[in-house]
């Protein structure tokens, strides 16, 4: 089956900078990249998403990349804030297993003032 | 409104006990999903169903029973507790099987003592 790795486990930037956590899949089939934030006792929310047809998407101070050949796909916030600070997992998707996403381990970014 | 909505939110229970965990999603999506997070924030997909049917069925012990009574509901059961079962369970939802775009309920923390 398929297998995420994500680092690093944690990451602490200051205010103002840029945070940037990667994963890799082993699944070459894999065509669905989410990821999503946890804050606090909450659930997980996609923040972004990007297909295999596509090399980069970004929303905002969001932008995730992919490199299909590499099997690689990373997370990128520029000019981070408090409320960045979370628990950030990325996930993968095969094709022809019915929406079945397998997490990444978690990263927990701190933004400190 | 809350879209995916798990209750309880949090559950202290013995070891040996039977407990069960409700899930609703007002989004009118096809299916549901239950996930587990350990103590590491590992996310783990247990049991997805479509339409009221079981498409998912991961490596969990047969204590685990998920039912679902219509598309808008999936609950869990879980039989004769483990202390290795204390953990956060969420519930997702998705448009259908092809759409990768979850919803998460805000968890149930499961502790066995």
């Known amino acids: 089956g398929e297998n995420v790795e994500q680092h690093p486990s944690t990451l602490s930037v200051q205010e103002g900078d840029s945070a940037v956590i990667k994963c890799t899949y082993s699944?070459?089939?894999?065509?669905?990249f989410p990821w999503y934030k946890q804050e606090l006792g909450k659930g997980p929310q996609l923040i972004i998403d990007?297909?295999?047809?596509?090399g980069e998407k970004k929303d905002q101070r969001i932008a995730v990349t992919l490199n299909k050949t590499a099997k690689h796909f990373s997370l990128h916030i520029t000019e981070t804030q408090p409320e960045d600070s979370a628990v950030y997992f990325c996930?993968?998707?095969?094709?022809?297993?019915?929406?079945?996403?397998?997490f990444g381990t978690g990263t927990r970014l701190q933004v400190t003032l | 409104d809350t879209a995916v909505s798990q209750t309880p939110k949090y559950l202290v229970t013995q070891m040996g006990n039977d407990k069960s965990i409700k899930c609703e999603q007002n989004?009118?999506?096809?299916?549901m999903y239950w996930y587990k997070q350990d103590s590491k924030k590992f996310l783990k997909i247990m049991f997805s169903?479509?339409?009221?049917?079981?498409?998912i069925n991961e490596t969990v012990p047969n204590r685990f029973s998920p039912k679902s009574p219509d598309k808008a509901h999936l609950n869990l059961h879980i039989n004769s507790l483990e202390l290795g079962d204390s953990a956060v369970y969420f519930c997702?939802?998705?448009?259908?099987?092809?759409?990768?775009?979850?919803?998460f309920g805000s968890g149930t923390r499961l502790t066995v003592v």
């Open positions: 997702a939802s998705s448009q259908d099987v092809r759409s990768y775009g979850y919803t």
């Open positions: 989004l009118g999506h096809d299916t």
């Open positions: 996930a993968a998707s095969p094709t022809g297993t019915a929406s079945k996403l397998t």
């Open positions: 699944d070459s089939a894999s065509n669905y």
């Open positions: 169903y479509n339409n009221k049917e079981l498409i």
């Open positions: 990007i297909r295999s047809n596509v």
